[in-house]
């Protein structure tokens, strides 16, 4: 079974800014701030935040249905479409008959203005058997992280 969910949020800075966070492995700080009783820590294994970094990701115990971490690989950083693809590498939602979960991250100018959309998308592929787990598929703690980042980026913009 294949699925997607997707939200997006206005964000009331340029996009070549906000992009700047979004790209970076400061979003990974913006994360455990916008979800603490979520995310306990994170590890970045290997990399810069260009494709290919590894990053090892614990929850809390007992959030997540269950799930105690993840590993996550960096696969698309495009500065161009300015998006941001990582993948479930092992562990966590593979260990619960998932075959694919992605998150895309996009940042969307405005034309003529000065702010921006940023969208959330997941991606999943679960096998028949266990369709029943995409259940565990939400979008709510990326629009936390959009959220949070959101206002970290205004509070920012501000005081340039």
Known sequence: MFGTVSEEKEVKVP???AWELYRSLELVKIVLEALPTIVAKYDVVEGDGAPGTLVHVFFVPGMMGGLTSYKEKFTVVD???RVKEVEV???GYLDQGFVLYRVR???IEIEGNEECV???TIEYEVKDEVAENAAFVSIL???A????AADHLHQNHNTK
């Open 15 to 17: 996009a070549s800014e």
């Open 79 to 81: 500065d161009e479409k």
């Open 89 to 91: 590498v092992e562990g």
């Open 105 to 107: 991250f996009e940042v």
């Open 118 to 120: 940023t969208r959330a």
């Open 141 to 143: 703690p990326y629009v």
């Open 145 to 148: 992280i959009m959220q949070f």
